[in-house]
């Protein structure tokens, strides 16, 4: 027993408080495919963390760049707060919420940390065979990789980065991709995120470049500047 709790105190199972949610959606694994394929979780309810972006890793307790793809039920307009989670009513998909989930005890997190990382679902796995944005997800990631957004950070911080042409380069294409996908493929904004991830200047920002919005489009500086 803790010191200074009743016995009746201790946690053994979840309160459905909600604390989890406000936090974020889970990361997708295999296992959750089932309600995918059913329709109970349609992609545009998904968001793509692709292989470079950074992200809270529990495991270490540091913001880092992920090693590998996670598909995750996205946040709520511009909050973390799960997708499925509605004030005052809880989880809207509690009957079916995803295995990470299920097996998320924020009492005893062994079995969650055990997790991280292992039989991720993918894009790939998710979009069927014969599904055209197949194909644009992967042309999209041969032509726009996800630059490590850790190294940019840290080169930013140490005020090593110099040179935007690369990442000025990447921008460019990133976009041009999209808006041709998405005039092509009348693609909602949703299933955007979903196929590609955020758009690589916006992750640029969120590590310290500046972006200024001119009619030739994202320019990318090193003082940092929005509009
Ligand atoms: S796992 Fe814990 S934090 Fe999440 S809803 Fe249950 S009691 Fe709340
Ligand atoms: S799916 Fe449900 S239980 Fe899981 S994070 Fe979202 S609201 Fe919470």
């Not at 499925?84 to 009957?95: R, V």
């Amino acid at each position: 027993m803790l010191p200074g709790k009743a016995m009746n105190e201790i946690q053994t199972k979840c309160r459905q408080c909600g604390t989890c949610c406000l936090k974020g959606g889970p990361a997708l694994h295999i296992e959750d495919l089932a309600i995918i394929r059913s329709g109970k979780l349609p992609v545009n309810s998904l968001i793509t963390i692709r292989k470079g972006e950074l992200a809270h890793d529990p495991l270490t307790g540091r913001v880092q760049a992920v090693a590998y793809e996670l598909v995750k039920i996205c946040g709520t307009a511009r909050e973390w707060r799960c997708f499925y989670y509605a004030a005052g009513k809880g989880c809207t998909m509690y009957a079916l919420r995803p295995s990470a989930c299920r097996v998320l005890k924020c009492w005893d997190p062994d079995e969650i940390l055990a997790r991280i990382g292992k039989d991720l679902l993918t894009r790939l796995d998710i979009l069927a065979v014969g599904d055209p944005l197949r194909l644009l997800v992967e042309e999209h990631e041969r032509l726009c990789p996800c630059p490590d957004m850790e190294l940019i950070r840290d080169a930013l911080l140490a005020d090593s980065l110099h040179d935007l042409a690369e990442l000025q380069r990447l921008v460019d294409a990133d976009l041009g991709f999209r808006d041709q996908v998405v005039k092509a493929h009348d693609l909602p904004l949703a299933e955007e995120l979903f196929c590609f991830g955020r758009p690589i200047f916006q992750l640029l920002q969120a590590v310290g470049l500046g972006i200024t919005g001119t009619a030739a489009g994202i320019k990318l500086s090193l003082s940092e500047k929005t509009q």
